[in-house]
Nanobody, 119 residues
Framework: QLQLVESGGGLVQPGESLRLSCVES????????MGWYRQAPGKQRELVAG??????TNYADSVKGRFTISRDNAKKVSLQMNSLKPEDTAVYYC??????????????WGQGTQVTVSS
């Protein structure tokens, strides 16, 4: 059974940094597309950063230049978050897209980790 385990959330002050990590286990494939969404109270879940199986990254406009997604190994990705702002406060969810047949992928989600930016 595929699992995603997230870590690294917490409470920080504006301008500080956090590093989130997500480790996938249970898939027979490696280097799957992975990334992060976030959901703030009363708002829809939104893409923060994604990393394709080929190494292509994409970011939400609101985090470009501040957040960096990277692949630590075939089963782990990290999100380095610098210059954090109060509006970055949200639950951050890791995802992985696993090949499920020709042209098909299945998305799995982690349990979420809280990031709070407050003075």
């Amino acid at each position: 059974q595929l699992q995603l385990v997230e870590s690294g959330g917490g409470l920080v002050q504006p301008g500080e940094s956090l590093r989130l990590s997500c480790v996938e286990s249970g898939s027979i494939y490696s280097n799957n597309a992975m990334g992060w969404y976030r959901q703030a109270p009363g708002k829809q879940r939104e893409l923060v950063a994604g990393l394709s199986s080929g190494g292509i990254t994409n970011y939400a406009d609101s985090v470009k230049g501040r957040f960096t997604i990277s692949r630590d190994n075939a089963k782990k990705v990290s999100l380095q978050m610098n210059s954090l702002k109060p509006e970055d406060t949200a639950v951050y969810y890791c995802y992985v897209d696993v090949w499920a047949g020709v042209g098909n992928y299945r998305r799995y989600w982690g349990q979420g980790t809280q990031v709070t930016v407050s003075s």
